[in-house]
């Protein structure tokens, strides 16, 4: 198993500009989310799904946009790129026990900077 | 929404040292997960402890879900277990969102 991937592994923007980061497991999870990660913040909630054609806000969801159209993939689109989306981008997989995540998988992440 | 305190924010030790770090959070959760992101950046979970205790080789992990407090023992520490430890809770009635806490830096000298 690859486990859970993502690409690109670095990637520099514009202000303005738009762009899809790619996260895709083989191990048919049904929960899949997106992180971001700043010094000091720990990790923040992006957005996430619990399955194909679901999904939902996390914390910090302003400026981001998500789909799922198949189990395997969760990409993530920043619609108008701005400075303070300079950041690392952590994408995590899981199966859900009833109404609650199980132990989270991660990818390798997205280092974004936004210039 | 929860809050997530870990403690200490640093903590140097010397190869073959114990450690406890410490993870506060202010309501009652339905999960609670341990990881370590190593210096490269990777973020491996440790534990999935809501309650109880875990151990798995060195690590071992405490949770008191009633007093709101989870615990993460590493011993005879190597400098492979350097890195950042990140304690997450999901809160009751806060299905599927994981909030971490600001995590613990961990350095462990030869």
């Known amino acids: 198993n690859a486990g859970v991937t993502q690409t690109p592994k670095f990637q520099v923007l514009k202000t303005g500009q738009s762009m899809t980061l790619q996260c895709a497991q083989d191990?048919?999870?049904?929960?899949m989310s997106w992180y971001r990660q700043d010094p000091g913040m720990g990790l923040r909630l992006i957005h996430y799904?619990?399955?194909?054609?679901?999904?939902d806000q996390g914390e910090v969801p302003n400026g981001y946009n998500v789909s799922r159209s198949t189990t395997e993939d969760f990409p993530l689109r920043l619609l108008s790129a701005a400075p303070s989306q300079t950041s690392v981008y952590f994408c995590?997989?899981?199966?859900?026990?009833?109404?609650?995540?199980?132990?989270?998988?991660f990818g390798p992440g997205t280092r974004l900077t936004v210039l | 929404g929860i809050q997530v305190e870990q403690s200490p924010p640093d903590l140097i030790l010397q190869e073959g040292a114990n450690s406890t770090l410490r993870c506060n959070f202010s309501?009652?959760?339905?999960?609670l997960q341990w990881f370590h992101q190593n210096p490269w950046g990777q973020l491996i979970n440790l534990f999935y402890?809501?309650?109880g205790t875990k151990q798995n080789g060195r690590l071992s992990a405490t949770t008191v879900a009633t007093e709101r407090y989870s615990l993460l023992y590493i011993s005879s520490s190597q400098t492979t277990d350097s890195g950042v430890y990140f304690c997450?809770?999901?809160?009751?009635?806060?299905?599927?969102?994981?909030?971490f806490g600001k995590g613990t830096l961990l350095t462990v000298n030869p």
């Open positions: 997450a809770v999901e809160a009751g009635g806060s299905n599927y969102k994981l909030t």
């Open positions: 309501d009652s959760v339905n999960n």
């Open positions: 799904s619990v399955g194909a054609g679901i999904t």
């Open positions: 995590a997989s899981s199966y859900h026990r009833g109404l609650s995540t199980d132990t989270q998988y």
């Open positions: 402890i809501p309650s």
């Open positions: 191990m048919n999870h049904e929960y």
